[in-house]
């Protein structure tokens, strides 16, 4: 069975359906699914749109011509968006056009030296300077954010 589409929430060993996907274009994987990092780079070489947790999008998206990326807040994420992370997704061989993240993980509550609105102002250079082709992007924002960003 060859599928264009494909959600997997919660899934063990994921890999093992997944290299049997050539076809796939559209991937949605959640919270606790393992085998990702178990994938080849010719593995899922048509897929346009991923929705996954940081790590697992931070290892599926170099290589492939993601288009769409959604990235999915887990409850196992703790603190600030991982920046490190975030530099694999510029290595889509597609142009990323539509992105939607959870930029921040802590609010100004959580965290005394946590500045929301610096933080955000950081997130969207890198974005503007290795997404050019962005034409959709949706943040959530946890905190307060200033009228100045």
Same mark, same amino acid.
């Given at each position: *069975?060859?599928? #264009? ?28 699914? !393992? ?10 070489? #048509?897929? #346009? ?39 694999? $997704? $510029? ?8 992105? !939607?993240?959870?930029?921040?993980? *802590? !609010? ?7 500045? &929301? ?8 250079? &890198? ?10 992007? !949706? ?9 100045? &960003?």
């Amino acid at each position: *069975m060859s599928l #264009k589409r494909l959600t997997l929430w919660t899934c063990e060993d994921v890999d093992q359906i997944l290299r049997n996907q050539p076809e796939l274009e559209e991937l949605e994987v959640g919270w606790r699914t !393992s085998g990702v990092d178990q994938l080849d780079e010719t593995d899922l070489p #048509k897929l #346009k749109f991923l929705a996954a947790p940081l790590h697992e999008a931070a290892f599926l998206v170099p290589g492939r011509p993601i288009e769409g990326l959604r990235i999915i807040r887990t409850p196992d994420d703790e603190g600030p968006f991982d920046d490190q992370l975030f530099q694999n $997704f $510029f290595l889509s061989t597609g142009p990323i056009t539509d992105l !939607s993240v959870h930029l921040l993980g *802590m !609010s100004e509550e959580d965290d005394e030296s946590c500045d &929301v609105d610096e933080r955000l102002c950081t997130g969207l250079q &890198v974005i503007s300077r290795n997404l050019t082709q962005l034409g959709s992007l !949706s943040l959530h924002v946890d905190g307060s954010v200033s009228g100045q &960003v």
